[in-house]
């Protein structure tokens, strides 16, 4: 057997690959998939960070309910079939399906989905935000969460807020998956609640389990023979580590990789071209965006931040850096969602960024650094900004490296300028938006808030705050567009930390005889509807 027979059979029995090898046509029965895993750091649920790691987790692990992937205000059954909201609006109640088991065997029962729920609060990783932000705590978990039998689930919310809300939260992948309680817990290790264990191993209900993950270099998914539902075409799953764009693309074109998640636009555009190859392009979640630490003298100062604002080429950063990726937006609320103004209308403009440095004690500009992961479209987002930048005299060295290395600074508030992508979205709701890149309810470094990026950057406001409190439990639906509205001028006027310059479109190439792939603007694509026309 020559080497490339023998690399082909190792994909087949999934044993490690070798690097960047020139494969024959994928099996029918076996979806590999290209994308940059830099960002996939852990794929515990309740830890997770990153669009890349929901994307695999999507196909691992259930919820109570799912984000359409299509009509983006509706939300389908998962594994509950039906849901109650009480007339007076503070609880939700949940019918679990019939005969749903995990990959173990173990049944699915409200126990389960409960014991989920607060281990999410309980440990107090990333995904608690999604719930800490609407007064679920720890503290008040057992409160909040419970199961009167084995078929219902009982919500009760800590604080007014609009009941939909939660729903769709148990709809994202992270906060609402559900785990198999006895399975994760015979892994505790000193109380971590399986923590450890669940980094490198899975323990879900949905269509595909996790067989293999080497860090930066696979992970692979077999197919769940005890999947409640319709049962996937694909008998395995492959997720690829290939960093560079360009890797992907000469791969789709050969046919030695079925689907593309992270081409850049000129490869994107490349394809365009080619009968073999579909591009599949949808609206996402989020934004692109400048972030400042306003632990930085320099950044403190709001005229500083101003100057940023102007020295950022909006128009030139979407038609040239961002085709197929992003559409200008500088406004924290996306279009198409009720409540969000049109856009400012901000453009380069270096005369007044200089101005307004000169005012602010920096006539002749200061050194910064930008950090950017490595992957498309950060670093040429990181070098265009980088130039504008220096229009003003601000000289930015851009840091350049894994979501870890890049989110990671942030995260620890120990950065100072970061071109990022995120702030909420996968809910079709202006809340979902503001709580993630604006809200910040403590800005103090032991509250470690983070999955907010407001808390990140430590921009505070307290009446910020209060608005978006207010907004969110706004009854009278004119009132409540107004107070979005609101919202985003004193956002404005306020110089913020974070400057959205483009809101988040997703596309994948793929090879055009699959079908049934459907982009998830939460970014929870499901594999379990691809088939191979072959």
């Known amino acids: 057997m020559n080497m490339l027979s023998k690399a082909f059979a190792s994909v087949l029995l999934g044993a490690t690959l070798l690097s960047q090898p020139v494969l024959a046509e994928t099996p029918p029965n076996m979806l590999v998939v290209g994308l940059s895993m830099n960002n996939i750091l852990t794929l ?11 994307q695999v987790l999507a196909n691992i692990y259930d919820n109570l309910v799912a984000l359409d992937a299509v009509n983006r205000s509706q939300v389908d059954p998962q594994l509950a079939t039906s849901w109650t909201i009480s007339d007076d609006k503070t609880t939700i109640t949940f019918k679990l399906r019939d005969g749903a088991t995990f990959a173990s065997g173990n049944p699915v029962t409200a126990n389960d989905v409960v014991w989920s729920l607060k281990r999410v609060m309980k440990l107090n990783l990333a995904q608690a935000s999604f719930f800490k932000t609407h007064g679920f705590s720890a503290a008040n978990a057992d409160q909040s969460f419970t199961a009167p039998d084995e078929h219902t689930v009982v919500v009760k919310l800590p604080k007014k807020v609009d009941p939909e809300l939660i729903v769709m939260t148990l709809g994202i992948v992270g906060p609402g998956s559900v785990l198999d309680m006895k ?102 979640s989020g934004f692109y965006y400048l972030a400042v630490s306003m632990k930085d003298d320099k950044f403190k100062n709001p005229k500083v931040r101003e100057a940023l604002r102007y020295l950022i080429d909006y128009k030139g950063l979407n038609d040239s850096v961002l085709p197929y990726f992003g559409k200008l937006r500088d406004r924290p609320i996306p279009s198409g969602i009720f409540g969000a103004l049109p856009n400012a209308g901000y453009t380069l403009d270096v005369e007044k960024a200089k101005k307004l440095l ?126 979005y509205q609101d919202i985003q001028t004193y956002y404005a006027d306020m110089m913020p930390a974070i400057q959205p310059f483009s809101e988040v479109v997703d596309s994948v190439g793929y090879r055009s005889d699959i079908k049934g792939l459907v982009l998830n603007p939460s970014w929870s694509t499901q594999l379990r509807t691809v088939t191979k026309s072959r």
């Open 358 to 483: 000169a005012e602010a004690g920096y006539p002749n500009g200061f050194s910064t650094t930008l950090r950017a992961i490595s992957d498309a479209p950060f670093m040429n987002v990181a070098t265009a900004i980088q130039a504008s930048l220096a229009q003003g005299g601000i000289k930015a060295e851009i840091m350049t490296g894994t979501g870890d290395q890049v989110y990671g600074a942030m995260r620890e508030r120990k950065y100072e300028l970061v071109v990022g992508r995120g702030g909420g979205g996968q809910l079709p709701h202006p809340d979902s938006n503001l709580r993630a890149i604006v809200y910040n309810p403590d800005n103090a470094d032991e509250a470690k808030l983070t999955n907010f990026q407001g808390w990140r950057t430590s921009f505070y406001d307290a009446k910020l705050n209060k608005m978006i409190d207010d907004a969110v439990v706004e009854s009278d639906h004119d009132k409540q567009v107004k107070d």
């Open 183 to 284: 399975t994760v817990m015979s892994h505790d290790k000193n109380g971590d609640m399986g923590g450890a264990w669940l980094t490198t191993n899975s323990a879900g209900s949905g269509p595909f389990t996790l067989s293999q993950w080497a860090s930066n270099e696979r992970v692979i998914l077999d197919r769940n023979e005890k999947y409640w539902g319709d049962k996937p075409a694909m008998r395995r799953v492959m997720f690829r580590h290939l960093a560079e764009s360009q890797s992907q693309r000469l791969m789709l074109q050969k046919g030695d990789i079925d689907v593309a998640y992270t081409l850049s636009a000129s490869d994107l555009k490349a394809l365009e071209g080619d009968k073999n190859v579909t591009i599949q392009t949808n609206g996402g």
């Open 44 to 54: 515990d649920p309740a830890a997770i960070t990153g669009k890349e790691t929901v």
